[in-house]
């Protein structure tokens, strides 16, 4: 369990033990071809994890309407600081896609599901 650490804000301390608190998915624990539905406030996406957080994600109709092979950074509170090859209930999908410049950044994630393995 995380202990505040005297060096960070108040509101960093408490967004680090929310999401401890409403959880999430460390994307390093999950063997290659295991599936998740995550589910934004505007999208559900659908992702099944390679190696090394990649993964082949859809969901988004300009993003990818279809899987595309993208890069997932982790999860961030809305701002720059990102906790990285996580996915947290409450925070921002990040990711970075092959076609666009720059980071994709969803809307907060409202749920995550474990499904079984992709076909």
């Given amino acids: 369990m995380f202990a505040p650490h005297q060096n960070l804000s108040d509101q960093i301390?408490?967004?680090?033990?929310?999401s401890e608190i409403e959880g999430g998915v460390d994307l390093r624990q999950?063997?290659?071809?295991?599936?998740?539905?995550?589910?934004?406030?505007?999208?559900?996406?659908?992702?099944?994890?390679?190696r090394d957080c990649n993964a082949l994600i859809s969901g988004h109709p300009e993003y990818c309407p279809e899987p595309v092979l993208v890069r997932i950074h982790g999860?961030?509170?809305?701002?720059?600081?990102?906790?990285?090859?996580?996915?947290?209930?409450?925070m921002h999908l990040e990711f970075?896609?092959?076609?666009?410049?720059?980071?994709?950044v969803t809307s907060p994630i409202q749920d995550i599901h474990l499904l079984a393995k992709a076909a």
């Fill in 96 to 104: 970075r896609h092959p076609m666009f410049e720059g980071l994709i």
């Fill in 13 to 18: 301390n408490g967004n680090i033990i929310r």
């Fill in 75 to 90: 999860s961030n509170w809305g701002g720059s600081m990102i906790k990285t090859a996580y996915l947290g209930r409450g």
């Fill in 30 to 50: 999950l063997p290659p071809e295991s599936m998740l539905k995550v589910e934004t406030r505007n999208r559900a996406y659908t992702i099944v994890m390679q």
